[in-house]
């Protein structure tokens, strides 16, 4: 075994080592090994714990990078959230407001309809306001006076249009 833990140090050393070749250094280097390669075990264990090290610093960095998009993404999706919010209660609220509208147009309209409706069967009807007849046929010969002074002005004034 230490013979095979020297040969691949050699290589590991020239350069030559394959990734497998490493791999299975590591683990040697990982169990016991004689006392004379003591200062390439604590070499490796180094490496190890360079390794490790590093892994863990890069594993943080991804772990932030992943946190930091996940922020910006719950952000922007509460945003949308808020302005959908808005936007329906806006829809709602304006659909509320046309329809008020348009009952207050019916209401308006049906008592437009029903007040004028009521004054053209008060006027269609007639109706006695004189209970003594001699006061009626007083009342009815001066409405009749009156109409014909107004035909007689109107027909003097005929008259001398004509003769001008």
Do not use: C
């Not at 998009?69 to 808005?86: A, F, G, L, N």
């Not at 609220?93 to 207050?104: E, H, K, P, Q, T």
């Amino acid at each position: 075994m230490e013979q095979e833990i020297r040969q691949l140090l050699d290589k590991f050393f020239d350069g030559q080592t394959s990734e497998a070749e490493e791999e299975r250094l590591r683990g040697l280097m990982a169990d016991d090994v004689p006392e004379s390669l003591s200062a390439e075990k604590a070499m490796f264990g180094a490496f190890s714990r360079i390794d490790s090290t590093a892994e863990t610093m890069a594993d943080a960095r991804v772990a932030e990078a992943v946190e930091h998009r996940m922020s910006r993404m719950v952000d922007q999706w509460s945003r949308v959230e808020t302005s959908t919010r808005r936007d329906s209660r806006r829809r709602a609220i304006r659909w509320m407001a046309g329809i008020a509208a348009s009952m207050l147009l019916i209401a308006g309209y049906s008592f437009y309809l029903g007040t004028t409706h009521e004054q053209a069967q008060t006027a269609a009807m007639p109706q006695d306001t004189y209970n003594d007849p001699r006061m009626a046929y007083k009342e009815t010969e001066k409405a009749l006076n009156m109409l014909s002074e107004k035909l007689n002005k109107g027909i003097d004034e005929m008259e001398k249009l004509k003769t001008n």
